[in-house]
């Protein structure tokens, strides 16, 4: 599903295979957050129409919903994006750079972003290290889709020398001074050191009494105002609370285990006459958003819910608009505010208020929406919107019952929460790139895919306030961390790490438990398929699919530690066999 989803082709280096997020299986959690939605959003239907549904969910359709650019590029440009590639088709821009103990994302950006690029360069020139090319650069015309190589290399020649003298830790707090756009590819074990969620009391000791121990596991997935989530309990041994479920939750007894109790006051006693009347709306027809968001990850949230019929209204200035309008491709090449492919992709179905919240005349128009509005969310760095005056607390003076989600990058509090990025530099700090690429390479550049976890958890936050308010009348105010977020997707090998004291490293594409497990070149320009064989029953069929070489047979690969033990042969032999194939005649014959 992840490469079908067209996740893995446009990362990795050009030399070598399209490449995978290393272990365990990314495109089994998306389609996890998509199946917790639709029964989020089935729930309120039944809330409105006294009936229940099935919720059908694509693994791969929720893979193609986390894509960065490839559709809307295609779509707009009819160009497939590339691996190995940086910022700019006309230049090769660094994103991932070595550092005293690991790598870092740090790179040079332009356009509405290139400011950001001042922080770092003032860093630089207090060291001492800040040649007169840099102290002197022009960042208000720097623009990548235009500078030549020749003037990259030379922002980036001082630069590589200077992140080489510090560590990532070191590198990091000098970044959250100077603000700069700079942030260290983590390990797990980085991850369990971090400063700044140990600040937002991220972690969470669960007892295990079977083990006799207690173990920390990644807490709950945001703060909230009111009814604060929380984990509360290791996953539960098989059968263990058999007694709790069949006699005190369910009322199934042992005499009489087909007779469950039902609940009076289950939707399912509506009327026909209520059922009927709101059978064809949406679930959330009748709510309205107050959309502060930009980018990626809170465009995407907002999105979902005028999708499942919420009116959006999206909420921005002229002079400065969503960063995200002017990226990525445009229809032609023809760059303007409202012909960005990827912009219009994730924002879609929603209405358009322009406002200059820097003055007070916009900012009141925004309290007006606000009172008009049910949920206002916003996603810029902490601390920006209590700075324009637009706080929960003060929100809520003009909605008592307003609901505020805030999704930033670490969260409104704790040392690192004013700290600005984007979705690459998070897909470094919680882990993924440390994860993605070859052993004997450094890390591949993964774009913004954090941006496409933290809409999941957003959205079901705001579901489950929404009927936290019905049943009681309040609103509440939501602090999400996208850090934080994203870390549930590492959980496994956080745990690992927590528990077995193992740093997870890059794998390629191959897997513990599988062999043969990789991308292999089919006929045509680079072109590739995926095949994994995880059993020895498998194993057979693969090779009578491929009508069964002596190969297939030898003791080599008889079994899965014989395979595992020869798998550089393998790949070769399997590759030899696909490349003679077209990629859909292989997936084909596999099927």
Request: aromatic share 8%; with cysteine; hydrophobic share 35%.
């Amino acid at each position: 599903a992840w490469a079908m989803g067209g996740q893995m082709y446009p990362w990795g280096n050009a030399d070598r295979p399209p490449i995978r997020i290393s272990h365990h299986s990314q495109a089994y959690l998306h389609a996890a957050g998509r199946a917790a939605v639709g029964g989020m959003m089935a729930i309120c239907h039944r809330e409105m129409t006294g009936e229940g549904q099935q919720v059908d969910v694509s693994i791969q359709e929720a893979v193609v919903g986390a894509t960065f650019l490839v559709t809307a590029s295609w779509d707009m440009t009819k160009v497939v994006s590339k691996r190995g590639g940086g910022e700019s088709r006309n230049v090769r821009v660094k994103q991932i750079q070595p550092c005293k103990d690991g790598y870092v994302v740090c790179s040079f950006t332009s356009g509405v972003k290139a400011s950001a690029n001042r922080g770092l360069v003032e860093w630089m020139e207090e060291e001492g290290v800040a040649n007169d090319f840099l102290k002197g650069f022009n960042w208000d015309t720097f623009d990548l889709t235009t500078a030549t190589q020749e003037t990259v290399d030379s922002l980036e020649e001082p630069t590589s020398r200077f992140l080489m003298a510090y560590t990532k830790t070191g590198l990091l707090e000098g970044a959250v001074k100077h603000r700069a756009f700079l942030y260290p590819v983590s390990t797990t074990a980085d991850i369990l050191e971090s400063v700044q969620l140990a600040a937002r009391g991220f972690w969470v000791e669960l007892e295990h009494p079977e083990l006799g121990t207690t173990i920390t596991y990644p807490g709950a997935f945001a703060h909230s105002s009111e009814a604060t989530p929380r984990v509360s309990r290791r996953a539960p041994l098989i059968g263990e609370h058999n007694h709790e479920v069949y006699e005190q939750e369910s009322g199934i007894s042992s005499e009489q285990p087909s007779t469950l109790k039902q609940d009076k006051s289950s939707p399912a006693k509506l009327s026909k006459k209520s059922r009927g009347k709101n059978r064809n709306k949406k679930p959330l027809e009748g709510i309205r958003v107050a959309d502060f968001t930009r980018a990626v990850a809170g465009p995407l949230t907002t999105k979902i819910l005028s999708v499942f019929g919420a009116e959006v209204i999206k909420i921005e200035g002229r002079s400065q608009p969503d960063s995200f309008r002017m990226s990525g491709s445009s229809r032609d090449e023809v760059p303007g505010l409202d012909s960005s492919g990827p912009f219009n992709e994730d924002n879609t179905g929603k209405y358009s208020v322009a406002l200059n919240l820097a003055n007070p005349k916009g900012t009141e128009v925004a309290r007006r929406l606000v009172a008009w509005a049910d949920i206002v969310v916003e996603n810029f760095a902490g601390g920006v919107m209590e700075r324009l005056g637009l706080s929960y607390e003060e929100l809520k003076k003009v909605k008592p019952d307003i609901i505020m989600l805030s999704s930033c990058m670490q969260g409104q509090t704790g040392p690192h929460a004013a700290h600005p990025g984007r979705g690459n530099h998070l897909s470094a700090l919680s882990g993924y790139i440390q994860i993605a690429g070859w052993p004997d390479r450094e890390p591949s550049s993964l774009g913004v895919y954090t941006d496409f976890i933290a809409p999941h958890f957003n959205v079901l936050a705001l579901l489950a306030a929404l009927d936290y308010r019905r049943r009681t009348g309040k609103g509440q105010y939501l602090d999400f961390a996208q850090y934080e977020n994203s870390l549930h997707f590492m959980a496994p090998l956080i745990l690992d790490y927590v528990v077995n004291g193992r740093v997870a490293g890059r794998m390629g594409n191959r897997s513990t438990c599988a062999a043969p497990h990789g991308a292999y070149r089919c006929r045509g320009e680079d072109r590739w398929c995926t095949i994994a064989v995880f059993t020895d029953d498998e194993w057979a069929s693969f090779g009578k699919v491929i009508g069964n070489p002596a190969w297939t047979n030898t003791p080599k690969f008889n079994t899965l530690l014989a395979r595992k033990e020869n798998e550089d042969e393998l790949d070769r032999l399997v590759d030899e066999w696909t490349i003679n194939r077209s990629a859909e005649e292989v997936m084909t014959m596999m099927q």
